[in-house]
């Protein structure tokens, strides 16, 4: 699986968007972007995937560059119990539930 | 409620002592996977079982060992031979399609004393 890479912590206001940035440069045509956040001692939870098209649900949007090398996660409205840590995850397809976690992103919301 | 059920949450054990942990799921999803989680670090991979009677290593399997005779349960064994057991241990599961997302239990912590 493709290697990615994202800033260690952002802050954000709450009722701001946040726009979480994710790097996957090496990633290869039948790898999905997958992004899972983990609020502490919890297990973590599935936000959203994409393969190529911006996607979006009820949680948030994921934009995929044209050349797939980048992603952001935008959460629209931003609340405090969005903090948590979130991970970007490059995966083949194949793979399943597989899943290669880094460090991630902690996002921490403010009043 | 659909999920994926862990048991216990927290768990004490002497060192030296072989420990397992419970995970149970009625999402009727096929594969299964077991990660471990340390302080302040990412999920790694233990074992993962794709079909019922059968499964794989992950990238840390050494000291651990793993069942799937039933398919809604994965139970995971910490050995003794598991040299620093202490840990979060997380069980997710998800269905052999591509494109599925896995979903995750809320995690066992073992503490080894």
């Known amino acids: 699986d493709a290697k990615t890479t994202q800033p260690t912590s952002m802050d954000c206001a709450e009722g701001r968007a946040a726009n979480l940035p994710c790097n996957h440069s090496?990633?290869?045509?039948?790898?999905?972007v997958y992004w899972y956040r983990q609020i502490h001692s919890q297990g973590p939870q599935y936000i959203i995937h994409?393969?190529?098209n911006n996607e979006t649900n009820e949680m948030a949007s994921l934009i995929i560059t044209e050349d797939r090398k980048s992603s952001t996660l935008i959460l629209p409205h931003a609340t405090l119990r969005d903090t948590a840590v979130y991970y970007c995850i490059v995966r083949v397809a194949t793979s399943y539930g597989k899943l290669t976690f880094g460090q991630g992103t902690i996002l921490t919301v403010h009043p | 409620d659909g999920g994926i059920t862990q048991s216990p949450k927290y768990l004490f054990r002497k060192e030296g002592q072989n420990v397992t942990l419970s995970c149970e799921q009625n999402l009727n999803h096929d594969a299964m996977y077991w990660y471990r989680q340390d302080p302040g670090q990412g999920l790694r991979l233990i074992y993962y079982s794709q079909i019922v009677n059968d499964f794989q290593k992950g990238d840390i399997a050494e000291g651990y060992s793993v069942s799937r005779e039933k398919k809604e349960s994965f139970p995971l064994t910490v050995t003794s031979a598991q040299k620093n057991p202490t840990a979060f241990y997380l069980c997710?599961?998800?269905?052999?399609?591509?494109?599925?997302?896995?979903?995750f239990g809320q995690g066992t912590r073992l503490t080894v004393v």
């Open positions: 994409g393969l190529k």
């Open positions: 997710a599961s998800s269905m052999p399609w591509e494109g599925t997302e896995a979903f």
């Open positions: 090496t990633i290869s045509g039948n790898e999905y």
